[in-house]
């Protein structure tokens, strides 16, 4: 359940640590659910209304959505007919509601997908641009013509990882006192 993925390929230099960064980050969110069931990643012990599978099926949506940016630009980014800039309270809702654990979904099932998504990123970066960069899309949080590099995307995921291994972290030691790194 927290292998690291077997396609991976052997990289050197800025590649290599780009890699490296996103798989160890990788292995701390997936860690937060050993020994779980399907039940107890679904619960949602905190203030918050994130689960430790939610946060998993964030991650692969995202992951898939900003590889998609890095080979096809902004239009890889829409969600429905809107664009972001266009979404209310509704929409946000509804696209809230997709990172939650359904009924009959499984933890062996989420991490599947998610590794499905880590070994296409990964294989990707072996031949990617760097440099190639598109425009971002339209949305209340980008700022206004601003360009992400694939450089960028890459540590932009490394990051949104990181910050959602830490809440799995919180999570997991609310839910029984199990501390990730401990």
């Not at 050197?12 to 399907?38: I, P, Q, V, Y």
């Not at 809107?82 to 009924?103: C, I, V």
């Not at 590099?149 to 006192?177: C, F, K, P, W």
Request: glycine share 8%; proline share 5%; hydrophobic share 35%.
């Amino acid at each position: 359940m927290t292998s690291t993925p077997t396609s991976t390929p052997t990289l050197s230099g800025e590649r290599a640590d780009l890699l490296d960064s996103l798989t160890k980050h990788r292995f701390f969110l997936r860690n937060t659910t050993r020994g779980l069931t399907d039940e107890q990643v679904a619960a949602a012990p905190t203030a918050s209304s994130l689960c430790l599978g939610g946060l998993i099926k964030h991650l692969t949506h995202g992951e898939q959505q900003w590889v998609d940016f890095i080979l096809a630009g902004p239009s890889a980014m829409f969600s429905g007919d809107k664009d972001w800039s266009e979404w209310d309270e509704s929409d946000y809702a509804g696209y809230n509601e997709t990172f939650r654990m359904r009924p009959g979904e499984s933890l062996a099932a989420v991490l599947a997908d998610y590794e499905r998504v880590a070994r296409r990123t990964d294989e990707l970066l072996a031949t990617l641009d760097l440099d190639a960069a598109h425009p971002l899309p339209r949305a209340p949080w980008f700022e206004p013509g601003a360009r992400w590099s694939a450089r960028r995307v890459l540590l932009h995921l490394i990051g949104e990882t990181a910050q959602h291994a830490g809440h799995a972290d919180l999570i997991r030691e609310t839910l029984d006192g199990t501390k990730s790194m401990g």
